[in-house]
C-alpha cells in the first residue's frame, strides 16, 4: 500500500499478558518512529529507529516495552506483563531519508485496551 | 527540552467563522513546528509545517500559520470555517535535522456549527 500500515487496528488483552503491534513503513522510508496517544492526550514519543538502529529509545517507559526493526523496514513493538496503564492507541509513523525531508507520515494507530 | 501548550481544548466556530487554534512552544534551539489534523477513526495527518525561512506558512484545507519567535508562538488559523473542518489538531515541535522525534500539545477539539 501507499502509506504506513499498522496491525491489529486493535488488540484486547488481559493484565499480564504479551502483546505485539506491528508497523508497515512506506516503502524506502528509512526513519520509523513509534508514539503512544493515550485518551484526551497528544501522541508521547517513544522511540525512533534509523534503519535497524534504535537511534533514541528515551520516551519507552520501563523495560517491559521493547522495539526492533531487524531489516530497516517493518517494526514490532512489544510489551511484557501488560498493565491497565499500557491501554492506549499506538502510532506509528514514517519519515524518508534526505536533508530537509522531516514529514513524518502516521499509520492509523493500533488500540490497545488491557483489563 | 521541548514542550508545546495549546490553548482551548475545545474550540467551536460558526462556519463561515474565523478559525484561530493558539500554538505556543518551549524550545532551546530553532525549532521546526508543525500542525497536524486527526479525523475519527484516522491517521494524523499534516496540515502544515514551518523549518526556516518564511515565517507565513500555507497548508492544505485553506489553513494557514505564522511562526512568531518573539512570541514563541505557531498560531492555525483559517479565515472561514468549513463543516468539514471539525476535528482534532495538534501542534508539535522538533528540534529539526538529526533530532526529529516530536512533542505534541494535548490537542484542541474544532466544532463547527452549522
Known amino acids: 500500500g501507499a502509506g504506513v500500515s499498522q496491525t491489529p487496528s486493535n488488540k484486547v488483552t488481559e493484565k499480564g499478558k504479551y502483546v505485539e503491534l506491528r508497523c508497515d513503513p512506506i516503502s524506502g522510508h528509512t526513519a520509523l518512529y513509534w508514539y503512544r496517544q493515550s485518551l484526551g492526550q497528544g501522541p508521547e514519543f517513544l522511540i525512533y529507529f534509523q534503519g535497524t538502529g534504535a537511534a533514541d529509545d528515551s520516551g519507552l517507559p520501563n523495560d517491559r516495552f521493547f522495539a526492533v526493526r531487524p531489516e530497516g523496514s517493518v517494526s514490532t513493538l512489544k510489551i511484557q506483563r501488560t498493565e491497565r496503564g499500557d491501554s492506549a492507541v499506538y502510532l506509528c509513523?514514517?519519515?524518508?531519508?534526505?536533508?530537509?525531508?522531516?514529514?513524518?507520515?502516521f499509520g492509523p494507530g493500533t488500540r490497545l485496551t488491557v483489563l | 527540552a521541548q514542550s508545546v501548550t495549546q490553548l482551548g481544548s475545545h474550540v467551536s466556530v460558526s462556519e463561515g467563522a474565523l478559525v484561530l487554534l493558539r500554538c505556543n512552544y518551549s524550545s532551546s534551539v530553532p525549532p521546526y513546528l508543525f500542525w497536524y489534523v486527526q479525523y475519527p477513526n484516522q491517521g494524523l495527518q499534516l496540515l502544515l509545517k514551518y523549518t526556516t525561512g518564511a515565517t507565513l506558512v500555507k497548508g492544505i484545507n485553506g489553513f494557514e500559520a505564522e511562526f512568531k519567535k518573539s512570541e514563541t508562538s505557531f498560531h492555525l488559523t483559517k479565515p472561514s470555517a468549513h463543516m468539514s473542518d471539525a476535528a482534532e489538531y495538534f501542534c508539535a515541535v522538533s528540534e529539526g535535522f538529526g533530532n526529529e522525534k516530536l512533542t505534541f500539545g494535548t490537542g484542541t477539539r474544532l466544532t463547527i456549527i452549522p
Open positions: 509513523a514514517s519519515r524518508s531519508p534526505g536533508l530537509g525531508s522531516n514529514e513524518q507520515f
